[in-house]
């Protein structure tokens, strides 16, 4: 079997590149619901954006994936009152499970410069400042990818079918299971039990089951609901707190593979990402507990920034100004331009 790491990394992303005098730089955050593009001009400190389509190879095919990002690009360049070849660089990060296709049909509409990573990539750099360290990714979905000496490895990530494993669907299923436990009395009572159905408009727990077959609910509803479940363990009840538990030990245990094939030891960023985290100090210090008995030294953040922070960091990296540009200068210049 295949043992090779699941993610390429460019070599111009991990290797010192040398200092090239440009201007601008191109960051792009392709998802499976819209693509984020932005235009970092380094001497006038500002940010213009773009927008687009999905771009998710897995969602939208090759061709509207391709014509989403070129979109949301042109709009971004246009907006700096510039022409493509002023560029210095451009990082585009996708959702999907293979790029490649991606890549080549980008490097084919404008030039071998603009490079095509795995938004997991994007994640991580947003989370370190595109240092060696992790990245814990909990949104609708999960999974970990980090960069340490022995090169970058990610871990989970598989859907929710098959993984997303701590995540906020995992979060919501569990949550419906932990109802149906109660109802059946094979489980603990729970407050859940009341609160999940008038949350999906179902008359009843047995209800709630059978909608989720039958309508069927869609990943981010489910996700949704994990909102309330931390609510409730706020409020006490003991199993929507071992529901927050358990997420963290399943993240854990991704995050132990992802340390133990990079080399990460000692003091390295770890920054959690991802709406599942809003839940703060039921989630993240369960999670934080158990990255310490991993790793004593590890730095637990939270990342705010934007993900096309991250392409942005990247694009820095491999025009040889990553120790010029991180994300205490990027952050803000980013919120002005999001009017966050």
């Known amino acids: 079997m295949n043992r090779d790491s699941l993610v390429e990394l460019p070599a111009t992303l991990t290797e010192e590149q040398p200092v090239s ?12 619901t819209k693509t984020l593009a932005a235009v ?3 001497q006038g400190g ?26 949301a690009a042109d709009e971004a360049i ?15 990060a996708i959702a999907g499970t293979d790029t490649s296709a991606i890549a080549g049909a980008v490097r084919e509409a404008r030039t071998d410069a603009w490079l095509v990573v795995n938004d997991v990539v994007g994640a991580w750099a947003t989370a370190t400042g595109a240092s060696p360290g992790v990245a814990v990714i909990s949104g609708t979905g999960s999974n970990v990818f980090g960069v340490g000496p022995d090169g970058g490895w990610r871990a989970g990530g598989w859907g929710h079918v098959l993984g997303d494993e701590g995540s906020g669907h995992w979060l919501g299923i569990q949550s419906i299971k932990a109802a149906l436990g109660d109802r059946e009395s094979s489980g603990p009572p729970t407050a859940i039990s009341e609160v999940a159905p008038a ?12 909608l989720v077959y039958s309508k069927p ?4 509803e489910i996700a ?13 009840d003991a199993v929507a707190r071992g529901l927050y538990e358990r997420a963290a030990a399943e993240l854990a245990v991704q995050i132990g593979a992802v340390l133990a094939k990079t080399g990460l030891t000692g003091r390295f960023p770890v920054g959690l990402i991802g709406s599942a985290f809003k839940a703060g100090a039921v989630f993240v210090e369960p999670l934080t507990a158990a990255i310490h008995e991993l790793s004593p030294q590890a730095i637990v953040t939270r990342v705010e920034m934007a993900p096309v922070g991250g392409s ?12 010029d540009l991180d994300r205490e200068r990027l952050a803000p210049l980013l919120d002005a331009a999001l009017g966050v």
């Open 199 to 210: 949350f999906f408009k179902a008359p009843s727990v047995e209800a709630l089951a059978t």
């Open 21 to 32: 005098d440009v201007r601008y730089l191109l960051g792009i955050d392709g998802g499976g």
């Open 46 to 71: 500002t940010v213009h954006l773009g927008h687009g389509g999905p771009s998710n190879l897995d969602a939208v095919g090759s061709q509207l994936a391709v014509r989403a990002l070129l979109e």
């Open 312 to 323: 942005l960091l990247l694009a820095a990296r491999a025009a040889g100004l990553g120790r």
């Open 224 to 236: 949704a609901f994990a909102a309330e479940t931390a609510r409730l363990a706020y409020e006490g």
């Open 78 to 92: 246009g907006g700096a009152g510039i022409y493509g070849d002023q560029l210095g660089s451009a990082v585009l």
């Open 40 to 42: 970092l001009d380094l």
């Open 217 to 220: 609910l869609i990943k981010g």
